[in-house]
């Protein structure tokens, strides 16, 4: 019932299986009758049903087999060193959030600055006077690294303390911006039991993809063009890194 539910159209799974219930037993009833009555005339014996069977054999032995031994390697030990790759590739981060004004000149980022230390709200400038997409959103960019953003930027914010606002306008290749930093934070990188499903699932991946390279090149294999007619040439080698055991 399970597989034909989701066999079903996403519109209609998202009803919920109890809400399509007699939906879901109605075709079930159809496919076992169809099967049924196919089966009254020999249709088990016919050519295209053997053949179309032996196409879902291969299917589900090829998926089976390379489940089963990516299973048997995918260890605590080899998931871990994914991990522990991750985290060297991804080191604790500083990030700061900000608002931003951008304006065509200097002149007027000058004169919004001045308004900005004199009071006025900064997000009301920045939806007033900002000609930049975060304007609706009152110049808000969000958390951001320093390499997220073009670097005369970056130098700016990162040297300004929570709460303050650019001296002078800052001039990239988008325009000139007044930038207030809202705060500062670590993006710290986060603990293995959080992120174990997705680095099993990436080593998993992995593994898939080591075999099929590593059967292909114990393989002989013949490739032809679509009329059959010509031989193809072998495909380039790809370089392997072995499955350690």
């Known amino acids: 019932a ?33 099967a ?3 089966r009254r005339e020999k249709y088990d014996k016919k050519p295209e049903v053997k053949r179309r069977v032996r196409q879902a054999e291969n299917q589900i032995i090829r998926d ?14 080899r998931i871990k060193a994914h991990y522990d790759e991750f985290v060297k590739k991804n080191p604790a981060k500083t990030e700061v959030r900000a608002r931003h004004i951008l304006v065509e000149n200097e002149a007027k980022a000058k004169d919004i600055i001045k308004q900005a230390k004199g009071g006025q709200d900064f997000a009301k ?3 007033k ?13 969000g958390y951001f690294t320093a390499k997220e953003m073009v670097k005369p930027f970056s130098d700016v914010a990162f040297k300004l303390k929570k709460g303050k606002i650019s001296q002078k306008p800052v001039k990239t290749q988008f325009g000139w911006h007044v930038i207030k930093v809202e ?20 080593v998993g991946q992995k593994l898939g993809q080591d075999f099929i390279r590593q059967f292909r090149e114990q393989a002989k294999v013949e490739r032809y063009s679509l009329d059959g007619k010509k031989k193809l040439p072998k495909m380039p080698a790809t370089p392997l890194r072995p499955v350690q055991k």
């Not at 519109?11 to 219930?21: L, N, P, V």
């Open 2 to 34: 399970l597989a034909t539910f989701r066999s079903l159209p996403p519109k209609e799974q998202q009803q919920g299986r109890d809400k399509i219930y007699e939906r879901v037993l109605e075709l079930l009833i159809e496919r076992r009758m169809m």
């Open 36 to 38: 049924i009555f196919g």
């Open 64 to 77: 089976v087999y390379l489940s089963q031994l990516i299973k048997k390697y995918l260890t605590e030990e």
């Open 125 to 127: 400038l920045a939806a």
């Open 129 to 141: 006077n900002s000609v930049g997409p975060s304007a609706q959103r009152g110049g808000d960019l």
């Open 183 to 202: 705060d500062r934070r670590t993006r710290k990188v986060p603990p293995y039991a959080k992120v174990k499903k997705q680095m099993t699932r990436q």
